[in-house]
């Protein structure tokens, strides 16, 4: 969905690792937060966690705050920080675009559990199970989203995942470009409560704690504008611009590869 690295944190220690100084702070608008270091932030990697009695913990990825070799941090990005202050506000608005090919769609279109029609709340799952944020979603309880809408919106009605072949819009069960009432995709919304445990990464990738069913969601048929789910998008249907549907041979390759097509409804 966002921005992404090649390489995944790791939290071991290893002879090369640069011991943080002690007394590490990191001040924002003249606040002091305490933090811990999680990993080998001095050299780049890892987390700086914030932990407060009675609230989540709130990360930052080592990248995102400097000077290095210094115990007196400040977030590096002014736009970051921006997002930072709304959070503590509790004014911090996050955008998370599923894809109708996602491994975690049906609890988001259908409910958790599912019905069609839903009964029950519309639900973002996470991948992972651990309890720190991770550039690699597939291994963390954390879900990304963007504080930019449009970054959402691309995510929401993009063809292909990160887990090509498989995650592809085409095998998507009952996916048909001519079928008005298919849905391509959705974003999810939601006003970040200030105690909920958060990992800020940069200016458009900021994770929460999930499962999350606090969301307000749209969703995107083949009708809709691509003007309409952000505005610096040609004003064409979803259908114009999304791929052919494969051939009968392509899904029978398909299903005996990963078994079915993907996300049939309940």
């Known amino acids: 969905m966002l921005k992404r690295i090649a390489n995944k944190f790791t939290f071991s220690a290893s002879t090369t690792t640069q011991q943080p100084p002690p007394g590490l702070t990191l001040t924002i608008q003249g606040n002091p937060y305490p933090l811990t270091a999680l990993g080998d932030t001095e050299g780049g990697a890892g987390f700086y966690k914030y932990s407060r009695s009675g ?12 000077p290095r070799g210094q115990a007196h941090k400040t977030i590096s990005d002014s736009e970051l920080e921006k997002y930072v202050v709304q959070y503590f506000a509790g004014d911090l608005v996050l955008y998370r675009g599923v894809a109708s090919w996602h491994p975690k769609w049906v609890p988001l279109r259908y409910g958790n559990p599912p019905t069609n029609p839903p009964r029950n709340p519309l639900t973002l799952e996470p991948l992972g199970t651990k309890n720190e944020p991770n550039f690699d979603t597939h291994e963390t309880l954390f879900i990304p989203f963007s504080p930019v809408q449009a970054v959402a919106a691309g995510a ?19 996916y048909d470009r001519t079928d008005k009432e298919f849905i391509v995709g959705a974003v999810a919304k939601i006003n970040v409560p200030e105690k909920m445990a958060v990992g800020f990464f940069n ?32 004003p064409q249907p979803l259908s114009d611009v ?25």
Do not use: C, H
């Open 55 to 66: 609230a989540g913990d709130v990360f930052f990825d080592a990248t995102s705050l400097g």
């Open 156 to 174: 929401a009605i993009s063809k292909t995942g990160m887990n090509t072949p498989r995650d592809d819009i085409r095998y998507v069960y009952g």
């Open 242 to 266: 999304l791929p052919p549907e494969p051939t009968q041979a392509e899904k029978n390759e398909f299903i005996t590869k990963f078994g079915s097509l993907l996300n049939p409804p309940p």
């Open 203 to 234: 200016a458009t990738e900021v994770q929460l704690l999930g499962p999350l069913t606090n969301l307000s969601v749209r969703f995107f048929e083949m009708t809709s504008l691509m003007s309409d789910i952000a505005p610096e998008y040609p």
